[in-house]
């Protein structure tokens, strides 16, 4: 059964950072387009960033130069290294694993930004 599996939220300060990671299992995770997705009380579900099989990111423009989305295809891992955290960036953060017409989410890490 996939299985994509998130850790590394926690409680940080305005101007803090935290590095997000998401394990997966039972993909050929190297085919995949992986991505982080977030979703704030109240508010839909958006892309943060994905990155490309070929390690092309995408950021969307509230956290560029903030965030950094890598993979590593050896470790079946894909990572979100977040800076200069802002209240705003609060919410639960889910990993996505896209190929074609085949998706998979794990389970959400809750992120909260508060002084």
């Known amino acids: 059964q996939v299985q994509l599996v998130e850790s590394g939220g926690g409680l940080v300060q305005p101007g803090g950072s935290l590095r997000l990671s998401c394990a997966a299992s039972?993909?050929?995770?190297?085919?995949?387009?992986m991505g982080w997705y977030r979703q704030a009380p109240g508010k839909q579900r958006e892309l943060v960033a994905d990155?490309?099989?070929?390690?092309?990111?995408n950021y969307v423009d509230s956290v560029k130069g903030r965030f950094t989305i890598s993979r590593d295809n050896n470790k079946n891992t894909v990572y979100l290294q977040m800076n200069s955290l802002k209240p705003d960036d609060t919410g639960v953060y889910y990993c996505?694993?896209?190929?074609?017409?085949?998706?998979?989410w794990g389970q959400g890490t809750q992120v909260t930004v508060s002084s």
């Open positions: 996505r694993a896209k190929l074609r017409y085949l998706e998979y």
């Open positions: 990155i490309s099989t070929g390690y092309m990111p």
């Open positions: 039972w993909i050929i995770f190297r085919t995949y387009v």
